[in-house]
């Protein structure tokens, strides 16, 4: 594996009070991090809130300075990087936000959004940054006219896409999206997440995808990191995580997901109550006081990320001993009837290419032949 | 089983300016004890259909220009104000997705259901509040005599959502209405909250309408499903009728467009376009503009048939069978 970004040891720690005497309350967010992340791969961090996956991604793009450990990029610690080297870096590491609707400035027109990386980097003369905007809008399934128009013009989905073209502008090698399709509805998801993956062959990107969707993961993603209070507690590839989970914590993650289909297992509850307070964590496992699992060492003692083989890691006392249950076997298949027709509308669907191709322009006439 | 106890017939909603109604014949019946769940995307209407049972629709510009919703033999659509109040949060509860939308933030979380307790039992203030604790140790709320004295904002998300819930359950309501009750929580926290909402149901006899956007969710607590688009309901049947037999191009591709959790598939086959904004639906079946089925037939609106066994489709084309299909219109133009 040849890693495009690694994490070593990061930590962040936030002061969330200051009182006049006495210690500040400290959260630590990210708390010793280490991971590699493979060039071409997409890689997904996942966890529930506060567990600090969203700081975690904006350490490693350095949107915000890490309180320890290093994050490593073509040869350069990004953490500890002058701040005019590390906008020059920019150019290959770009983000996407979750929020379409707040990440755009509403007084710039879509051109000039997109433009404005390229501008900052010094990217091409103005007719070609018009020419690549023309370009870039047309790949995220949006049109060159769009460049004149304004964000609050477009709906949630088609504000996303303009998101993404930014990030895209300067030629970025690796995209961290912070739950990039979650404030979406099911169906503007699904096309996002195509788009996304299109994007991704044709420009050879590196994608973390931050999400709390664990289908979305399973569908996107190569690899998976699962993330508690700060800490990585498991990482595997993405078939192996959800068919045989090795935390704790993972399989009571999987065990809660809500199966869309008829017959599917029913979501269990394998712990009650919320995750402990960040600011102050349990001793031990950080997990310990909700596993149905714990013993005696797991109170006392943290287990650290250790090789699990097959390419896995776990940071489970008893990870070698326990048998997890996955998602094997939990979605049954589709019924023959529902099977059929599915495969009638994904038929019909791909004999239709202008809808496939031009998704959501043209809201009332969407079919405008030659468009 | 006895007959319907709330029973939607042609409830039509319009919204000042537009002139689509916004909601447009919805009807459903629901027997005690049962769950139907209202599924759909964005501006399909589900909240609002809601919003008209309960009378909270924000009048002008929304107003409910057609229909009946009787529960327990009166309309609720007819009912002066008065009457709503004496039968919301009693016979008829609500839960939110935002908890903070129906408690009050300056009020004790045992205050609150107190009160609500006094209003509509006509107890006095020891009992109510002990009828309080009952519920907060019914919702399963850690330390309920501690939780009783704080404040909405010093409880978790989850907290919150269970002392909504605890509020909404407190005069035994025999109807229960949840609007996207556990999207903005946590997977782990909306399997706890699901788990004691059936459960509580289960107890209580209740029946709910419970309004969704989620599938998976809609697989774990649907007895009956009503699928809606543009303001319509497109499909509708048992949630066994719309998992195993769905028949709607909408509702075949909504759940197209779910990532499966076992084997990656290959590419999502979606939903293509977007949702026309209100008043702009196409004056026919209101999903043919994104419907790779639709033809020149589809300019007429159709009406919501009966397929057989109670699953209703409005489709001109349902039931759906391959070689019987009209010429695609991509094609055809």
Request: charged share 20%; glycine share 10%.
């Amino acid at each position: 594996m040849t890693a495009i970004l690694s994490a070593r040891d990061l930590r962040r720690e936030f002061v969330t009070k200051r009182p006049l005497f006495g210690a500040p309350t400290v959260v630590r967010a990210v708390d010793g991090v280490s991971l590699d992340i493979a060039a071409g791969e997409t890689f997904a961090i996942v966890g529930e809130s506060g567990c600090g996956k969203s700081t975690l991604a904006r350490l490693l793009l350095r949107l915000i300075d890490p309180t320890g450990g290093e994050v490593w990029y073509d040869g350069e610690d990004l953490a500890h990087l002058p701040a005019d080297r590390m906008r020059a870096l920019r150019r290959d590491l770009q983000f996407i936000f979750q929020d379409p609707f707040s990440s755009l400035n509403p007084q710039m027109s879509v051109g000039a959004l997109i433009e404005e990386p390229m501008r900052a980097h010094g990217i091409g003369t103005p007719a070609e940054r018009r020419a690549r905007v023309a370009d870039l809008l047309s790949r995220v399934g949006l049109r060159p006219e769009h460049a004149d128009r304004y964000p609050h013009e477009f709906s949630g989905g088609q504000r996303q896409r303009i998101g993404i073209a930014r990030a895209l502008a300067s030629g970025p090698k690796v995209l961290i999206g912070d739950e990039p399709v979650s404030a979406l509805d099911v169906s503007i998801q699904a096309q996002v997440v195509n788009l996304l993956e299109d994007l991704k062959d044709e420009f050879g990107l590196t994608l973390v995808i931050i999400a709390h969707d664990l289908a979305v993961i399973r569908h996107m993603a190569t690899r998976v990191a699962v993330m508690y209070l700060g800490e990585v507690v498991e990482l595997a590839p993405a078939a192996d995580l959800y068919a045989a989970p090795k935390h704790p914590y993972t399989e009571t993650l999987l065990a809660a997901i809500p199966v869309a289909a008829w017959g599917a297992r029913p979501a269990r509850t394998l712990v009650e109550g919320d995750p402990p307070n960040p600011i102050a964590p349990p001793p031990g496992c950080r997990f310990h006081p909700r596993c149905p699992y714990a013993t005696d060492i797991c109170r006392t003692e943290r287990p650290v990320l250790t090789d699990a083989g097959e390419g896995r890691s776990v940071a489970c006392h008893r990870a070698a001993e326990l048998s997890l249950a996955g998602l094997d076997g939990a979605e049954p298949g589709r019924s023959p009837a529902a099977a059929a027709r599915f495969a009638l509308y994904a038929r019909a669907m791909a004999g239709d290419p202008d809808k496939t191709n031009d998704p959501e322009t043209g809201q009332t006439q969407p079919r405008q032949t030659g468009d | 089983m006895t007959g319907p106890l709330l029973e939607v017939r042609g409830l039509t909603v319009a919204l000042k300016g537009v002139g689509q109604p916004i909601v447009d014949d919805v009807g459903f019946a629901l027997a005690p004890g049962e769950t139907l769940c209202l599924v759909g995307e964005s501006g399909c209407g589900k909240s609002l259909t809601s919003l008209a049972l309960m009378g909270l629709l924000q009048s002008p510009p929304l107003k409910v220009i057609a229909g009946t919703a009787r529960f327990a033999g009166e309309d609720l659509l007819a009912m002066d104000t008065a009457r709503l109040r004496e039968i919301r949060g009693g016979r008829m509860a609500m839960i939110f997705q935002e908890p903070m939308t129906s408690l009050n933030p300056g009020l004790r979380i045992g205050e609150q259901i107190a009160e609500s307790v006094r209003r509509h039992k006509g107890v006095g203030q020891a009992e109510a509040r002990a009828r309080a604790l009952e519920m907060l140790r019914r919702v399963r709320i850690p330390a309920p005599e501690k939780r009783l004295d704080e404040f909405p904002h010093q409880l978790s998300g989850g907290m919150r959502q269970r002392a909504m819930i605890a509020m909404a359950l407190a005069n035994d309501p025999e109807l229960l209405i949840a609007d996207e009750p556990t999207t903005a929580l946590d997977v782990t926290i909306q399997a706890q909250i699901l788990k004691l909402m059936k459960s509580l149901q289960q107890d209580t006899g209740a029946a709910m309408v419970l309004i969704t956007h989620d599938l998976g969710v809609v697989a774990e607590m649907a007895d009956k499903v009503a699928v809606m688009y543009g303001g319509r309901i497109v499909e509708a049947g048992t949630a066994e009728q719309l998992f195993t037999d769905p028949q709607h191009p909408y509702t075949i591709g909504l759940m197209s467009s779910m990532p499966s959790l076992g084997d990656r598939r290959a590419r999502l086959v979606t939903v293509p376009g977007t949702v026309p904004p209100p008043g702009a639906m196409p004056p026919g079946c209101r999903f043919a503009t994104r419907c790779p089925f639709a033809t020149a037939a589809c300019d007429a609106a159709p009406a919501l048939r009966d397929l057989g066994a109670g699953h209703g489709v409005a489709c001109h084309f349902a039931p759906l069978v391959a070689g019987d299909l009209p010429q695609l219109r991509s094609t055809g133009t």
